[in-house]
């Protein structure tokens, strides 16, 4: 079975700090992507990469970053966060060019107080 | 533009009705069209993948079809443990586009 874990379920940080979200997959897969899940929004993308050090900017990108030194993890770095990316963060991976379906981790329920 | 549009919001059943989740998309070359399952708290599960127009896919009470411009998830005579909200996404280029999902409750 596919597994992708995220570093944390829940997470309450400050207006204004730094805030690391990790995500590891074990299928050696090539792309992985962020996206954020919001009532009433769905899930929006915010960043993915095809490759080791690859990354593309999806719907929402700002106030975002991202990084992959490694195939198997994925991180997203809010670089300073704000109340307004208060919200479900999900981690998915997929293989490559033929099967396109992308496995979901448990999610990262982000507070900004 | 890319879209996909779910209908209804949210579907209330009783145990054994059986009901039709739609899933409607405009993409400019469809290159597949996806069903998860998501859980309260939970990230979505993938249930199915459907290619061409045509295609039918099953696992245990649901069945996903295809038609060229939407799909349909039949839930046949329905559990409580089937309650979830259910995406449905294309794919569009590497990333999927994502409808806003049916939350489905079914009472015993």
């Known amino acids: 079975d596919v597994k992708v874990t995220q570093s944390s379920r829940y997470l309450v940080k400050r207006t204004g700090e730094k805030v690391f979200l990790e995500c590891v997959q074990d299928?050696?897969?090539?792309?992985m992507f962020w996206y954020r899940q919001d009532p009433g929004l769905g899930l929006r993308l915010i960043y993915f990469s095809y490759d080791v050090k690859m990354k593309e900017k999806g719907d929402i990108p700002e106030g975002y970053s991202v990084s992959r030194e490694k195939k198997e993890r994925f991180s997203l770095i809010l670089e300073s966060a704000s109340t307004n990316q208060t919200s479900m963060y999900l981690c998915a991976s997929s293989p490559g060019t033929v099967n396109y379906e992308q496995y979901f981790g448990p999610g990262t329920r982000l507070t900004v107080t | 533009e890319d879209q996909v549009t779910q209908s209804p919001e949210a579907l209330r059943l009783q145990e054994g009705e059986s009901s039709s989740l739609n899933c409607s998309y405009t993409?400019?070359?469809?290159?597949?069209l996806f069903w998860y399952r998501q859980d309260p708290g939970k990230g979505p599960e993938f249930l199915f993948t459907?290619?061409?127009a045509g295609e039918e896919k099953e696992k245990e009470r649901l069945k996903a079809t295809l038609t060229k411009k939407e799909s349909f998830l039949h839930i046949t005579a329905p559990k409580p443990e089937d309650s979830a909200t259910y995406l449905c996404a294309v794919q569009a280029g590497t990333a999927l586009i994502f409808g806003k999902g049916t939350t489905l409750s079914v009472s015993s």
């Open positions: 459907l290619y061409s």
């Open positions: 299928m050696d897969h090539e792309n």
């Open positions: 993409v400019s070359g469809l290159r597949g």
